[in-house]
């Protein structure tokens, strides 16, 4: 099988120009203009993805305090668990069982599978990521944060991004 034909999100795809990413960031703030500001400057300032264009799109964000807000959450890791699952069977796929089996992988198509496998693992956000946390800088949301938000649900909200590279 040719590589990249499972996994088609980032490892397999060059950037095209005009393709959208999106992504669901998970923040906190008095209100929504709070959280989309804080949003848009993660965006402004992180060094590991440069967007040409971020758009905050209003009208796909959740506040937590509505109905929808726990299922898309949860659907959105689910997401994240997807693309994680996608990538280590293939990287299982192309030859890589076992740790030891690492020691010998070239760089290439396979060590930048893994590469963005230790993304999703570590909380680095990437165009990979569908869903980030911003509270706690994971691609999860703990125990002890699902529970802060049920006590004070309208601080937190799901602010939907779309962006490109031009």
Same mark, same amino acid.
């Given at each position: 099988m040719p590589k990249g034909i499972k996994y088609d999100f980032v490892v397999s795809k060059p950037h095209r120009k005009g393709q959208k990413y999106h992504h669901l960031i998970l923040t906190d703030g008095a209100d929504f203009e709070?959280?989309?500001?804080?949003?848009?400057?993660?965006?402004?300032?992180? /060094? $590991?993805?440069?967007y040409f264009n971020t758009?905050?799109? #209003? #009208?796909? +964000? $959740? +506040?937590?305090?509505?109905?929808?807000?726990? @299922?898309?959450? @949860? /659907?959105?890791?689910?997401?994240?668990?997807?693309? $994680?699952?996608?990538l280590t069977s293939e990287l299982q796929d192309e030859g890589i069982q076992t740790l030891t089996d690492l #020691?010998?992988?070239?760089?290439?198509?396979?060590?930048?599978?893994?590469?963005?496998?230790?993304?999703?693992? @570590?909380g680095f956000f990437g165009i990979d990521s569908y869903f980030y946390n911003l509270v706690e800088d994971s691609h999860w949301v703990s125990e002890e944060l699902r529970a802060?938000?049920?006590?004070?649900? +309208?601080?937190?909200? $799901?602010?939907?991004? #779309?962006? @490109?590279f031009k």
């Open positions: 709070a959280c989309r500001e804080k949003v848009f400057n993660f965006f402004q300032h992180y /060094q $590991l993805v440069r758009h905050i799109a #209003e #009208e796909k +964000s $959740l +506040s937590a305090a509505g109905h929808a807000f726990r @299922d898309t959450l @949860d /659907q959105a890791i689910r997401k994240n668990r997807t693309i $994680l699952h996608k #020691e010998q992988t070239p760089q290439g198509y396979r060590t930048n599978m893994l590469h963005v496998i230790t993304h999703l693992l @570590d802060t938000i049920k006590t004070s649900p +309208s601080r937190y909200w $799901l602010i939907a991004v #779309e962006a @490109d």
